[in-house]
């Protein structure tokens, strides 16, 4: 039951240059999205989130882009970093509030 | 640091044994959440506790079970373990009640490996 998919497994991007990290989800009762952010050793770690209502929703170097009707959600990481580098998973979650997660996309930004 | 603390970091047991993972929540926070994280996989949400009670289940098999203690803290229960239980077990808090716009916090995780 994968209501949340990320369908890339890893993403390599050189230093400065964007990180587009891609999310898709199935259930439309979703109502609030967040990214988190996963050094190897550590327990995720909240990135950014933004509500159904918005579209966009930035902090810093971070951007979410959320297309309700393509039901598809994008982080954009502007300039990347290395310390950037990090397993980010995409979580979604309803009014009932049981949060659902995707496997993750590895990101590895090279010097 | 996120203020989760679970124990212990890494276990190793046999098919058929019972182990019990423990989780200590952020100071304050009174939610508790349990998943599970195979190889490849996303996190899988097993059961969420709030104060006490139990609050909305997943994914969790009937060989698992998981208890919040008057003290907040939680502690998932494996038994009849599987080779197929190996995996990386995290815990989260939130200040609760649950709402739509809550962030969870994380522990470091327990591995779980079965041989």
């Known amino acids: 039951d994968q209501q949340v998919k990320q369908n890339s497994p890893s993403l390599s991007v050189q230093e400065g240059r964007i990180s587009i990290l891609n999310c898709d989800y199935t259930n439309s009762m979703f109502d609030y999205f967040l990214w988190y952010k996963k050094y190897p050793a550590e327990g995720p770690t909240f990135l950014i989130s933004?509500?159904?209502?918005?579209d966009k929703n930035e902090d810093g170097r971070f951007t979410v882009f959320l297309n309700k009707s393509a039901k598809h959600l994008s982080l954009h990481i502007v300039p990347s970093q290395p310390g950037d580098s990090a397993v980010y998973f995409c979580a979604a979650r309803a009014l009932n509030n049981d949060m659902r997660f995707g496997a993750g996309t590895r990101l590895t930004v090279k010097p | 640091d996120s203020g989760v603390t679970q124990t212990p970091k890494h276990l190793i047991t046999a098919t058929g044994q019972r182990v019990t993972l423990r989780c200590s929540p952020r100071s304050g926070d009174l939610s508790v959440y349990w998943y599970q994280q195979s190889l490849d996989q996303g996190l899988q949400f097993l059961i969420q506790?709030?104060?006490?009670?139990?609050?909305a289940k997943g994914n969790i098999l009937e060989r698992f079970s998981a208890q919040q203690f008057p003290d907040l803290h939680s502690e998932l229960n494996l038994s009849s373990l599987e080779l197929g239980d190996s995996a990386l077990y995290f815990c989260?808090?939130?200040?609760?009640?649950?709402?739509?716009?809550?962030?969870?916090?994380f522990g470091s995780g327990t591995q779980l490996s079965v041989l």
């Open positions: 989260a808090s939130s200040v609760g009640p649950p709402q739509v716009n809550e962030k969870l916090f």
């Open positions: 933004i509500s159904s209502i918005k």
């Open positions: 506790y709030y104060n006490g009670e139990e609050r």
